[in-house]
Nanobody
Framework: QVQLVESGGGLVQPGGSLRLSCAASGIIFSLSAMGWYRQAPGKERELVATIARDESTTYADSVKGRFTISRESAKNRVSLQMNSLKPEDTAVYYC???????????????WGQGTQVTVSS
């Protein structure tokens, strides 16, 4: 019954911007922590950003100052604004429902299908 659907990926030039969105259903959105992950070919899936139920956020060092995660409870949606994009940001980006335990984000089994982000000239 839980469904996550990502959108907003595409091809962008270095230095450009994209905004990813994740629409959630089948959950009590206001009680859920959410995270964005990414995975590039040949690399492990990487946690990019998280947002807790109180809207506190965390970011991977590689994206701090460039990416912003936010949530819109009325629309059951979490977004990732990506600015100053670099070729190394190229990956499939995934939305996830999770929890915080002892200050660390733990992913659940609920994932979206992913959306491709390609940063290239």
């Amino acid at each position: 019954q839980v469904q996550l659907v990502e959108s907003g990926g595409g091809l962008v030039q270095p230095g450009g911007s994209l905004r990813l969105s994740c629409a959630a259903s089948g959950i009590i959105f206001s009680l859920s922590a959410m995270g964005w992950y990414r995975q590039a070919p040949g690399k492990e899936r990487e946690l990019v950003a998280t947002i807790a139920r109180d809207e506190s956020t965390t970011y991977a060092d590689s994206v701090k100052g460039r990416f912003t995660i936010s949530r819109e409870s009325a629309k059951n949606r979490v977004s990732l604004q990506m600015n100053s994009l670099k070729p190394e940001d190229t990956a499939v980006y995934y939305c996830n429902i999770g929890t915080f335990r002892s200050g660390s984000y733990s992913a659940s089994v609920y994932w979206g299908q992913g959306t491709q982000v390609t940063v290239s000239s």
